[in-house]
């Protein structure tokens, strides 16, 4: 079955670490993205990517890198200039903008939860 | 920018009650998609609809329907009869159009007693 793949599930970084959260399709979206999740503040987009070899940052990209190497694959650093990593993270792939009615919008991949230690 | 604003935090109700969640947007955009996806505690986002700003019909799926107001920029879901799987946290989200990227607001978290 397609879907999206988020690993690992917990994560748990030391301070001044830099981690890595892996994300996976194989729907042959076009698009991807992450967004982070904190309580009573919805999801904030952090990068989107909408080709390979291609981003953007979102709203809050501070302290945080990405890559696009292969169209499904879109993996997210948390750097240790993000000063307040833990959240949880959930990545989303697309077929993209300007697709019309034959795109039934987002699928979503079950999340990472970062606690800095 | 776009905005998307969901009144209620947090509601409570009892089992067979019906409830409904608001969703108040901002865009500028004339083309543009609304959300409402649904969080159970394990934390993955569940679709539940998608509406094009051209279509103000209102849907009906099951125990779920939805009134969108163009003229007031609301887009609305309302559960009947709601029941304890009920319970979870509600986004609404706004679509750019141009960029694919969604906007989310900051959730309604629904709690179903029995």
């Known amino acids: 079955d397609g879907g999206i793949t988020q690993s690992p599930k917990y994560l748990f970084r030391k301070e001044g670490q830099n981690v890595t959260l892996s994300c996976e399709q194989n729907l042959n979206h076009d698009a991807m993205y992450w967004y982070r999740q904190d309580p009573g503040q919805g999801l904030r987009l952090i990068y989107y990517?909408?080709?390979?070899?291609?981003?953007q940052k979102g709203d809050i990209a501070e302290g945080y890198s990405v890559s696009r190497e292969k169209k499904e694959s879109f993996p997210l650093t948390v750097t240790s200039a993000q000063k307040n990593p833990t959240a949880f993270y959930l990545c989303a792939s697309s077929y993209g903008s300007g697709t019309g009615v034959l795109d039934y919008g987002y699928t979503f991949g079950s999340g990472t939860r970062l606690t800095v230690v | 920018a776009q905005k998307v604003t969901q009144a209620q935090t947090e509601i409570s109700v009892v089992e067979k009650e019906d409830v409904t969640l608001d969703c108040v947007y901002e865009?500028?955009?004339?083309?543009?998609?609304l959300f409402w996806y649904k969080q159970p505690p394990s934390g993955e986002l569940v679709f539940l609809i998608r509406?094009?700003?051209?279509?103000?019909q209102n849907e009906i799926s099951g125990r779920y329907s939805w009134n969108f107001q163009k003229s007031t920029s609301s887009f609305n879901f309302t559960i009947t009869a709601s029941q304890v799987v009920d319970s979870a946290v509600y986004f609404c989200a706004l679509e750019d159009t141009s960029y694919g990227k969604l906007t989310f607001g900051q959730g309604t978290i629904l709690t179903v007693h029995p």
């Open positions: 865009t500028r955009d004339t083309t543009y998609y």
């Open positions: 990517s909408q080709i390979v070899n291609d981003f």
């Open positions: 509406r094009n700003s051209f279509d103000e």
